[in-house]
């Protein structure tokens, strides 16, 4: 065992102690909240240009009536404009583009946007909703003339029909009666994030693991190694020190995540509140805020992290043995990176289960891809922010911990033989025999 540690402090060091473990354990938090944070800044940006778009009204009824914005500047032409023409000399007349209205835009082909290059869906966008609103403005019109003093306040109302938003909160009631009101979208987040970040843990260090066999293969390390120690104190050896460095990098991101959105949080919470009014602040604190405070203290998230470590150490065992496995039987990376699509195959298939957890977290797909070893380590963290009985938990941990004793009983005979064996890759019947020579 002496030697057995030996190795795992070894390569737990030689990785701790790389710029790139050092790099990404202090930016892996702050990467992943701006991965999260993209949709929003993109959204926050917007377009950046302005647009200077013509309008040629038939009608005469909505192009003085669009307004103008930030991204788009409309110029009223005159009715008559001969649109070929204009299309000859959008430059000359300091336009990007022209729209073109012959009839009331409900129709297909009544309302054309032309341009020399492809203008912002902003524009467009902008265009349809400023018609739309033009339109209704005329059919609130037109009904009023048409009853008289029976359509007072119509316009009001249609207003408000518009504006109508529903929500449901959902209250998870558990065996003592106690209630916890949850938010899907919240779980999700906290679903996706986990499961996704176990997915590249297991992709970045599996991928290690097969790297290093390979090398240490290549340089004739094996050779000196294997006269001081059993081939099978190695592979665990290097197993565990992969291992130590994953869970060390988990448990920085855990707390360096859990300090920046703390922080963020209150920030942004206080940011948002300054800006509005007494009245205002409180219906944001007994909404938005409140909902989402609500959810995530009814997630249990002390058992989600706990779960995410086991999970997270359990998953990266069980494929760092793979990984092991297929790097014993081949002499260059390329050829591992090749037979590396099947010991990934599980995980990638395992992403699309957790996606389809989502509709149906308590569903016969999503209980037993939860359950079953090679799945579990990211489908269970995609269930947990849900809720799963603690029986399913305590399943999935012991068929996960059984698994991983199977195989590295398994790999560590194939390693034995695979790490001497030079010039060839080995097929799946010579793994099979170096498996039933091993004793």
Wanted: aromatic share 8%.
């Amino acid at each position: 065992m002496n030697k057995t540690f030996l190795i795992i402090k070894r390569e737990y060091i030689t990785h701790v102690r790389t710029k790139a473990f050092i790099i990404l354990t202090l930016l892996g938090p702050i990467l992943t909240l701006l991965l999260m944070g993209i949709p929003a800044i993109i959204e926050m940006v917007g377009t950046t240009t302005s647009s200077n778009v013509g309008v040629i009204d038939r009608t005469e009824r909505y192009g003085d009536k669009l307004t103008n914005t930030d991204f788009v500047n409309f110029t009223t032409l005159d009715a008559q404009t001969n649109e070929d023409s204009l299309k000859q000399n959008l430059e000359a007349n300091n336009l990007d583009g022209f729209l073109l209205i012959s009839d009331t835009p409900t129709k297909q082909g009544n309302a054309k946007l032309y341009s020399s290059e492809a203008l912002p869906v902003d524009v467009s966008n902008h265009i349809e909703r400023d018609l739309r609103e033009m339109v209704r403005k005329e059919i609130v019109a037109d009904y009023t003339a048409s009853h008289a003093g029976a359509s007072e306040g119509l316009d009001s109302l249609l207003t408000n029909i518009n504006n109508v938003h529903a929500t449901v909160s959902t209250i998870n009631i558990s065996k003592e009666g106690d209630e916890n009101e949850t938010n899907s979208t919240v779980s999700i987040i906290v679903a996706v994030v986990t499961s996704m970040i176990i997915y590249i843990f297991l992709c970045i260090y599996g991928s290690m693991v097969m790297t290093g066999v390979i090398e240490e293969k290549n340089n004739r390390i094996m050779e000196v190694l294997v006269a001081s120690v059993k081939p099978r104190q190695l592979l665990i050896g290097k197993i565990f020190g992969i291992v130590g460095v994953a869970i060390t990098q988990v448990l920085c991101w855990l707390i360096l995540g859990g300090i920046i959105m703390n922080i963020g949080g209150q920030f942004l919470q206080s940011a948002a509140v300054g800006e509005l009014s007494a009245d205002a602040t409180a219906a944001v604190n007994d909404s938005t805020v409140s909902s989402v405070l609500n959810a995530l203290s009814g997630l249990n998230l002390i058992g989600i992290s706990a779960a995410f470590l086991f999970f997270s150490f359990g998953g990266i065992l069980l494929y760092a043995t793979l990984f092991a496995s297929v790097g014993s039987g081949v002499d260059n990376p390329g050829e591992g990176q090749q037979l590396s699509v099947f010991v990934m195959l599980p995980i990638i298939v395992a992403i699309y289960l957790a996606t389809a957890t989502f509709r149906d977290p308590n569903g016969a797909l999503a209980i037993w891809s939860s359950i079953i070893p090679f799945t579990s380590p990211i489908v269970m963290m995609a269930r947990l922010p849900f809720g799963v009985p603690a029986w399913q938990i305590i399943l999935s941990c012991i068929l996960l911990i059984a698994t991983i004793i199977l195989f590295i009983w398994i790999a560590a005979r194939i390693y034995r033989v695979g790490i001497l064996m030079y010039g060839k890759t080995a097929s799946l019947k010579e793994l099979w025999r170096w498996f039933k020579q091993s004793n």
